[in-house]
């Protein structure tokens, strides 16, 4: 079951909207209870601003979010008036013959703007995806590393990271390459591998996509108020179980990062303001390396 442009109603759908969290997405019968995962689950969900082109929201089969599960204050999303949210992938996956009448259901934590409240700072996004085939042939357990080069691509407060992984997937990492770079890793996201788990993904060859994924339902968000420069390296590296051939994995990046805009009163509201904020902080962070 596939969906391609499915727009996912907003709030406020004419007012500015500050968002904390989008995402959460649970599939439900029509009584409203939660479809067991044994019986449908989502498979991947890519959703976008219409506006801006920014990612919003995501997720994939553990109905784990591709992004924040809460922002921090005082940085938000922001959805401006007439602003939609297009899933541009919406893909499901039923595990049984008999047809169900379901409802998706997702949470948006956000308050409508009012200008007068003191300002925000508006995060947008940017991601980095590697999509492979793992060689496996390895010893149980046995590691594959898979090291991929990515730019930091503005000058930015970096606010929240989220790693995605499929089965078979241990951890994924994200460092900065200069040497003495403080603090040196961005992000270690975890994916739930169990290595005592009973071998249902121990497979001859190629491994089967299982549908149930008993034991890989989690993923980790990092949250920070990292300075970074536009052009640093980083290097991101996935590791996974290398015993049989997982094929077409993802090593995936959901990222958020605040470059300097904001909206709302006081002295934030001052036209480029945050932009000097966050200059202000990527060379305190320099200096305070330097010493
Ligand atoms: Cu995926």
């Excluded at 601003?49 to 921090?72: K, M, V, Y």
């Excluded at 204050?73 to 379901?102: C, D, E």
């Excluded at 536009?230 to 990046?253: I, P």
């Amino acid at each position: 079951m596939e969906g391609s442009n499915v727009f996912l109603p907003r709030p406020a759908p004419d007012q500015i909207v500050e968002i904390a969290h989008f995402g959460s997405f649970q599939p439900t019968f029509e009584d409203g209870r939660v479809i067991p995962r044994s019986v449908f689950y989502l498979h991947h969900i890519l959703a976008y601003d219409t506006i801006t082109g920014d990612f919003i929201t995501g997720a994939s089969n553990e109905r784990a979010n591709w992004g924040p599960d809460h922002l921090p204050y005082p940085y938000r999303q922001v959805l401006k008036p007439g602003a939609q949210v297009r899933a541009n992938g919406f893909h499901m996956n039923a595990l049984t013959a008999q047809s169900i009448h379901f409802y998706i259901n997702y949470t948006v934590t956000y308050k409508v703007h009012v200008p007068t409240d003191p300002a925000i700072r508006v995060v947008r996004s940017f991601y980095w995806l590697d999509n492979y085939n793992v060689p496996g042939g390895g010893e149980r357990n046995s590691t594959h590393v898979r090291a991929r080069h990515n730019t930091i691509p503005w000058d930015m407060v970096i606010v929240s990271m989220n790693g995605h992984l499929h089965q078979g997937g241990k951890r994924i990492v994200t460092e900065f390459e200069a040497d003495g770079r403080d603090p040196h890793t961005l992000c270690i996201a975890y994916n739930l591998y169990k290595s005592d788990y009973p071998c249902f993904w121990d497979c001859a060859d190629i491994c089967p996509y299982a549908n149930d994924w008993p034991a890989q339902w989690g993923s980790t968000t990092c949250y920070m108020e990292l300075p970074a420069r536009a052009g640093e390296r980083v290097l991101s590296f996935a590791e996974y179980d290398n015993s049989c051939k997982w094929r077409g994995v993802m090593a995936w990046w959901f990222n958020f990062g605040w470059g300097g805009q904001t909206m709302g009163a006081g002295q934030m509201a001052a036209p480029d303001a945050g932009k000097q904020v966050v200059q202000q902080m990527i060379m305190e962070a320099e200096s305070r390396r330097r010493k």
